[in-house]
């Protein structure tokens, strides 16, 4: 950790007529900025990343704060006025706008690395027609299968519900685990069921008046659905972690592990010849398997900062190709950024789907109540993966996203 040297006096000059990602400060004086980031997988990269950035600008030190399920963490600090300099943020979510509105956020609408990101995703940070954020990339969930596994059995990729099924079925009958899942672990359990929200329910319908969701046919038929699927899964799943899931498809000790690009290192790490896949999460028929996704890794300035030419420069510098090919690359996410192409062979099919316009964004980016209520979303889902009890979770859903919706409401 570096010293904190706190100067009498500190100018920052204008990086115009810099290089792209460099910054002019006064020698004997050091800007600390900190970083703060909920993503465990991408802290080693960012280190690196953060280390090659102050090499290029003597004077500079961003210090990368990661802090797991640190969305919530955020909120608070935020409400208390504990603001980081540069954090990750996702576009359209309630908090994100609520953030923009309120002034706590940096407008970068009119930057020049602005142009360099995909417009289509780059327009979600639009919040009355200024930019707050920068996408720098984009995540995907679905299926990672043991091509091993698959193989040995003659088992091709299943496209439906019913092959998917019936695939599991096979791989159970001959010895193997068919699905690993990580229901120990509040912050991921949702994961799964997150693929049968979008896939029901369109952005329309949570611009709804009220809900309904207990003995809502659509509901109930989705929530048989993710019960159907626990007894492929493996015996400890009720206790396995998001680590401790990943480390298992890892060591081939099961077949399929539903889960987004973000675990890639982590899998990766554990047993770097593993051969596997990605197909997207199956659907009742093929032409509804869009692949779920959104901003991954999206950061906005805080219009606070003392050092807002050298937040700039770094999100510049990040938002350069060489950097943003590094940080995809590193986690098979996909790049936001123009003339970016992902290399990571695993995640083929995702991006070619997503790129043909074959995706959906996270439905909890359209809820009233944002972080607090994906938080509850996943306690609600975490508590119906252990109790199976499918009329208390939709009755505890209703009210709570009617509850949010209320609050909502009454907001000035």
């Not at 020698?27 to 290029?56: C, G, H, M, R, W």
């Not at 192409?341 to 964004?361: D, F, Y």
């Not at 609600?380 to 859903?397: S, V």
């Amino acid at each position: 950790m570096k010293k904190l040297m706190l100067p009498l006096i500190i100018i920052f000059l204008s990086a115009c007529g810099l290089p792209d990602g460099e910054v002019n400060t006064p020698s004997n004086d050091q800007a600390v900025l900190e970083f703060y980031t909920p993503k465990v997988e991408t802290e080693p990269l960012f280190d690196e990343l953060i280390q090659e950035f102050e090499a290029d600008n003597p004077g500079v030190d961003i210090r990368q704060v990661v802090v797991p399920g640190g969305m919530t963490v955020l909120k608070t600090r935020m409400a208390r006025g504990d603001v980081p300099d540069l954090f990750v943020t996702y576009p359209i979510e309630q908090d994100y706008v609520i953030r923009a509105e309120k002034g706590y956020l940096m407008d970068v609408t009119n930057e020049s690395f602005v142009s360099r990101v995909e417009p289509s995703i780059q327009e979600r940070y639009l919040v009355d027609d200024r930019m707050y954020g920068i996408a720098l990339t984009q995540n995907a969930v679905g299926v990672l299968y043991n091509k091993g596994h698959f193989e040995k059995l003659g088992l091709s990729v299943p496209k439906t519900w019913d092959e998917w099924l019936e695939t599991m079925e096979t791989l159970k009958a001959s010895g193997h685990t068919p699905l690993i899942m990580p229901n120990g672990d509040v912050e991921q359990s949702g994961i799964f069921t997150m693929n049968f929200v979008a896939n029901e329910f369109s952005e329309d319908y949570w611009q709804a008046d009220s809900y309904e969701i207990e003995g809502n046919e659509e509901w109930q038929a989705l929530s048989e659905k993710i019960l159907s699927v626990l007894p492929y899964a493996q015996e400890t799943a009720s206790e396995d972690s998001y680590t401790q899931a990943g480390g298992r498809f890892a060591r081939e000790e099961g077949s399929m592990y539903v889960m987004g690009t973000w675990a890639l290192p982590l899998i990766e790490s554990i047993n770097p010849s593993l051969d596997y896949g990605i197909f997207p999460f199956p659907a009742d028929e093929l032409e509804e398997n869009p692949v779920l996704g959104g901003v991954d890794i999206g950061i906005a300035i805080s219009s606070s900062t003392a050092h807002p030419e050298v937040a700039k420069a770094f999100l510049s510098f990040l938002t350069e190709e060489e950097q943003a090919s590094r940080i995809s690359n590193f986690e098979g996410s996909i790049s936001t950024i123009q003339g970016v192409e992902l290399s990571h062979p695993a995640t083929t099919e995702l991006q070619e789907q997503i790129q043909a316009g074959q995706a959906v964004n996270w439905p909890n980016h359209y809820w009233d109540g944002g972080t607090a209520a994906e938080t509850d979303y996943r306690a609600q889902t975490f508590q119906f993966l252990a109790d199976q009890d499918i009329e208390g979770y939709l009755a505890d859903l209703e009210e709570m996203f009617e509850q949010y919706q209320r609050e909502a409401g009454e907001r000035p």
